[in-house]
């Protein structure tokens, strides 16, 4: 096996391993697994087209990963200036609301997904 390949594999451990803990220990990712598991069940419910389907978890997606992001810079600013800093709560708060832009997103491809679905 080259060199170039058994890093790739390793990579891919690391990235397993940070998508556990982010799980395991992230109240914030846990709600949005829950939500992401709720709307992939109603999706099924309701019948989804595939191009829905695709919507849907493209959003999903974008939403964890942006949770996956603010968390990973909390960790870091938290790690690297553990006090108060009112330049760390800025930069903290910035990343939560780029969470909360894509969450706002995420909420209205739901409406405009579901809504012609139940009206």
Same mark, same amino acid.
């Given at each position: 096996?080259?060199?170039?390949?058994? &890093?790739? $594999?390793?990579? /891919? %451990?690391? #990235?397993?391993?940070?998508?556990?803990?982010?799980?395991?220990?992230? !109240?914030? /990712?846990?709600?949005?697994?829950? =939500? #992401?598991?709720?709307?992939? +069940?109603? *999706?099924?419910?309701?019948?989804? @087209?595939?191009?829905?389907?695709? $919507?849907?978890?493209?959003? /999903?997606?974008? +939403?964890?990963?942006?949770?996956?992001?603010?968390?990973? +810079?909390? &960790? @870091?600013?938290?790690?690297?200036? !553990?006090?108060?800093? !009112?330049? +760390? %709560?800025? =930069? &903290?708060?910035?990343?939560? *609301?780029?969470?909360? /832009? #894509? #969450?706002?997103?995420?909420?209205?491809? %739901?409406?405009? $997904?579901?809504? !012609? &679905?139940?009206?």
């Amino acid at each position: 096996m080259s060199s170039f390949l058994r &890093k790739r $594999i390793k990579s /891919i %451990g690391y #990235a397993s391993k940070g998508a556990y803990l982010l799980l395991k220990h992230e !109240p914030s /990712i846990q709600v949005q697994a829950v =939500i #992401a598991c709720a709307v992939t +069940i109603l *999706g099924l419910v309701v019948g989804l @087209t595939a191009t829905e389907w695709c $919507i849907q978890n493209l959003t /999903i997606t974008v +939403i964890m990963t942006a949770e996956g992001l603010n968390t990973a +810079i909390e &960790k @870091t600013a938290d790690f690297v200036h !553990p006090e108060h800093h !009112p330049m +760390i %709560g800025r =930069i &903290k708060d910035v990343a939560a *609301g780029a969470v909360m /832009i #894509a #969450a706002l997103g995420a909420v209205l491809v %739901g409406l405009f $997904i579901y809504i !012609p &679905k139940f009206f």
